[in-house]
């Protein structure tokens, strides 16, 4: 075996004296944008210049992203990580002993004892930063399949009842239960069945679905062929952000290696159950995030939004019975069938059942992915976990749930991470991203980029939405220029009670949110003076 080698990782506790050490690196899009090929490229070369045998195996990341390029070696102890690691510190760490480089400055001892690994409960991305995505067998060597397994052991109902009983709620968005979708879509006859993943993430702060698909594809692919077994869907297609190029090419490998393997294609691991599945990449339109413009846009058409009855479950893909899912909530599926309703059940309060990744990004210390039981409060998140913000500076806002998210005061933190507690303070969970403002942010000028967000997005199928978003932004600019400040937010409040009331879909209904928001809890952003006033 030369010096240095790539391949699947084992996980063995212990590595035998005459085996190259393994050390792991991500290839995890975020990883790769700070020099992650570049160390693995430099660590290969240090260690055949120095004849030491090193084997490197590509993983996703941990999360952590404020330590990436991470670097991990298996040892007896478990694994030990290095961060952040650039190109130019590689011969420092050999010179200190690396691949056991205990007392170099980049050392953070073993990885899952750090306190931001340590504080998770890891169900979904229990294997993501662990596993070589594209191996097989490493997957199942940590528990894959195991839910596929149990599934194709039961009639389509008992599947159906195991997932509504878990209580998962769709983690796209809107929190619909997950298994009434299914339970629909499973009473529907017809002689053709679909199921699609939206992976259209497009929300700013959002990278949980990225991170899944190029960090453990197999669990998605797993989730998506429970789902079809449960409810009698032959295909499935994962409709991908374009401007996701990495999860492409590891999701169309990752395919390619379950149908050469059997657990894809006319008999799911040797059952009577058939299944295929593809990727097909997106066009660049946040609007397809909508379930229904997703729908039109796999048909080959504009990504409009549709008019609601009928429903994807009932009139979906081609006209067929449609299960649409987000990423994170046919990942959350092989666990339950695994392990049993009850056991995902235990974690989380009230209605919101099971963890939820969050993605913390913005002006924070340690930005990055947990996975977290619902009931934590958001201060804990940001403050403990993330370390407040980055400029030291005190918190002033933060933006939980997207671009239409609403805007959260530093005297808001302490409510739950919970879909009713969120909703109850005139907010929404959404897809788990949360972005942290320092003091500096002017809120008015947040609330004038809703605005435009919208009208740029906007499918342009609905007066409301497509002219409101158009006229807010006019409004927020006399806002600004301290043009008659009280008659315009009086016109602005009526134009987003409009918005809400009429759009279409959640595009103009959700644009007052972090409008309002921003308004209601920082009025005095919006009380400015006339520019030419201020001027003189």
């Known amino acids: ?50 004849d030491l045998a090193v084997e490197i195996i590509r993983t996703g990341s941990r999360g952590m992203l404020w330590l990436e390029p991470l670097v991990e070696v298996a040892t007896p102890a478990g694994r030990i990580g290095y961060g952040p690691v650039a190109r130019a510190d590689v011969a420092g760490l050999f010179d200190a002993g690396f691949p056991y480089a205990d007392g170099h400055p980049l050392c953070l001892g073993p990885v899952e004892k750090l306190d931001w690994m340590r504080r998770q409960q890891r169900l979904t991305f229990a ?81 949980a679905d990225r991170m899944l698909m190029e960090g453990d594809p197999f669990l998605l692919i797993e989730g998506m062929i429970i789902a079809g077994v449960a409810v009698g869907a032959s295909r499935g297609y994962i409709y991908l952000r374009s401007e996701y190029p990495n999860a492409l090419s590891i999701l169309a490998e990752a395919i390619r290696r379950a149908e050469a393997s059997g657990v894809l294609g006319p ?19 946040y609007i397809c995030g909508e379930e229904t413009a997703l729908l039109e846009s796999l048909e080959g058409r504009r990504g409009i939004v549709r008019a609601k009855p009928p429903i994807p479950a009932l009139n979906g893909l081609f006209g067929r019975p449609t299960i649409v899912n987000n990423v994170l909530s ?40 947990i996975e977290l039981a619902f009931g934590i409060s958001l201060r804990e998140i940001i403050e403990d976990l993330g370390g407040g913000t980055r400029s030291g500076r005190p918190i002033r806002a933060v933006q939980v749930g997207g671009p239409l998210g609403a805007y959260l005061g530093a005297d808001q ?53 497509r002219i409101g978003a158009v006229r807010g932004v006019e409004l927020m600019d006399k806002i600004l220029a301290g043009d008659a400040p009280d008659t315009t937010i009086a016109l602005l409040r009526d134009l987003t009670g409009l918005m809400t009331d009429a759009s279409l879909c959640a595009m103009g209904g959700l644009t007052p949110l972090p409008v309002l928001s921003a308004l209601d809890h920082f009025p005095e952003d919006f009380d400015r003076p006339p520019l030419r006033a201020a001027a003189e």
């Open 330 to 369: 046919f990942a959350a599926v092989p666990f339950i069938l695994a392990e049993g309703a009850q056991a995902y059940a235990e974690f989380g309060m009230g209605r919101s059942r099971g963890t939820l990744p969050v993605q913390l990004a913005g002006n924070v210390k340690r930005g990055g992915l």
């Open 413 to 465: 933190l302490d409510v739950p991470m919970d879909y009713e507690a969120l909703s109850g303070i005139k907010a929404m969970l959404g897809h788990g991203g949360m972005v942290v403002f320092d003091d500096r942010v002017d809120m008015a000028r947040q609330a004038r980029f809703a605005f435009s967000f919208c009208a740029r997005e906007s499918c342009g199928k609905c007066t409301p939405c």
């Open 127 to 207: 294997r993501v930063g662990v596993i070589d995505p594209l191996s097989l067998s490493d997957y199942t060597a940590h528990g894959g399949l195991s839910g596929l397994k149990a599934a194709l052991g039961r009639i389509g109902q008992e599947i159906v009842t195991e997932v509504k009983e878990s209580g998962l709620r769709g983690r796209g968005g809107a929190g619909f239960p997950t298994g009434i979708k299914w339970q629909t879509v499973h009473d529907a006859r017809a002689e053709q069945k679909y199921i699609v993943c939206n992976a259209d993430e497009g929300d700013s702060g959002t990278f």
């Open 267 to 285: 008999n799911v691991l040797g059952s009577h159950h058939p299944f295929h599945l593809e990727v097909r990449p997106g066009a660049g339109a």
């Open 1 to 50: 075996m030369s010096p240095a080698t790539t391949s699947p990782a084992t996980m063995s506790p212990s590595t035998p004296s005459d085996a190259p050490v393994r050390v792991f690196i991500p290839r995890d899009a975020a990883a790769l944008a700070v020099g992650a090929e570049r160390v693995a490229e430099a660590i290969a070369a240090e260690a055949e210049a120095r």
